[in-house]
């Protein structure tokens, strides 16, 4: 099982940009598809972006253009988050999906999850 650590949560105005990071640890981390969730006060946990295993990337539409999903050989999975809006405030969530291929299908369809971090918490003020 993979295992995942956040970080780089925080506040920023709107407008600004934010890095989050994730750790990752496990063997098997390869073929896993990687995916940044967030979860606002309120509202249900949605997906933001995927990475599968080969690097290909799928993004919600309230992120795509602004935000950028990326990763290293390092097991590292980061969230680069540009053009902030206050809306983009929420609990970021690192997610791991051992899926067939380590293919990747969230957030546009249903992503089975095999491991969650603990989540870092992201504020944008106006």
């Known amino acids: 099982q993979v295992q995942l650590v956040e970080s780089g949560g925080g506040s920023v105005q709107a407008g600004g940009s934010l890095r989050l990071s994730c750790a990752a640890s496990?063997?098997?981390?390869?073929?896993?598809?990687m995916a940044w969730f967030r979860q606002a006060p309120g509202k249900e946990r949605e997906g933001v972006a995927s990475?599968?295993?080969?690097?290909?990337t799928i993004y919600a539409d309230s992120v795509n253009g602004r935000f950028t999903i990326s990763k290293d050989n390092a097991k590292n999975v980061y969230l680069q988050m540009n053009s902030l809006k206050t809306e983009d405030t929420a609990m970021y969530y690192c997610a791991a999906s051992r899926s067939v291929g380590g293919r990747c299908y969230a957030p546009r369809a249903h992503q089975p999850i095999d491991s969650w971090g603990q989540g870092t918490q992201f504020t944008v003020s106006s």
């Open positions: 990475i599968d295993s080969d690097g290909g």
């Open positions: 496990g063997s098997t981390y390869w073929r896993h598809c």
